[in-house]
T-cell receptor, first 113, second 115 residues
């Protein structure tokens, strides 16, 4: 079945450690996105990529990094510079058209202790 | 800058009652609008979308939404709510920028259904 796979579903890390969240899609979509979700704040865009080897900062990119070496994969690294990394992270993908919807993964809940 | 406002953080309705969730957007050009639903701890599922044509759009699970340009609104409606509709609902607008197009979300409305 086609879709977006995020792994792991739950992730625990110690403060000061970098951690990488995985996102893989087999929908043949060009565009991929990372969102952060906190209660009462909706989804905030971290990074997005329209094509392989290219990506742009979203609204809250500080403390995060991404890479897009393959069309299918868009991993997100939460660095130690992110001051409040505990959150629910959602990955999405879409085709390039503006009228097309984004398809979402099931999310990764990151807890930093 | 583009933005989406969902004025109601929480809404409680009785099962069988009608539902309307509000969404207002701010965007200079023709907006491409979406409604998504999220169950706890899950990803988002698309309910419906609007980008041209008929201003009343039908979606899945019996939902519909009406685009009103004069009011910059895209409210979601359902004539009769079921207990399984309890979830969080997000309105979103797709916009074009220097780095390509992206999807901007509102803060969400949490729907509770009373039996």
């Amino acid at each position: 079945d086609g879709g977006i796979t995020q792994s792991p579903k739950y992730l625990f890390r110690k403060e000061g450690q970098n951690v990488t969240l995985s996102c893989e899609q087999n929908l043949n979509h060009d565009a991929m996105y990372w969102y952060r979700q906190d209660p009462g704040q909706g989804l905030r865009l971290i990074y997005y990529s329209q094509i392989v080897n290219d990506f742009q900062k979203g609204d809250i990119a500080e403390g995060y990094s991404v890479s897009r070496e393959k069309k299918e994969s868009f991993p997100l690294t939460v660095t130690s510079a992110q001051k409040n990394p505990t959150a629910f992270y959602l990955c999405a993908s879409s085709t390039q058209g503006v009228g097309t919807e984004a398809f979402f993964g099931q999310g990764t809940r990151l807890t930093v202790v | 800058a583009q933005s989406v406002t969902q004025p109601d953080i929480h809404i409680t309705v009785s099962e069988g009652a009608s539902l309307e969730l509000r969404c207002n957007y701010s965007y200079g050009a023709t907006p491409y609008l979406f409604w998504y639903v999220q169950s706890p701890g899950q990803g988002l599922q698309l309910l419906l979308k609007y980008f041209s044509g008929d201003t009343l759009v039908q979606g899945i699970k019996g939902f519909e939404a009406e685009f009103k340009r004069s009011q910059s609104s895209f409210n979601l409606r359902k004539p009769s709510v079921h207990w399984s509709d309890a979830a969080e609902y997000f309105c979103a607008v797709r916009t074009l920028g220097g780095g390509g197009n992206k999807l901007t979300f509102g803060t969400g409305t949490q729907l509770k259904v009373e039996l």
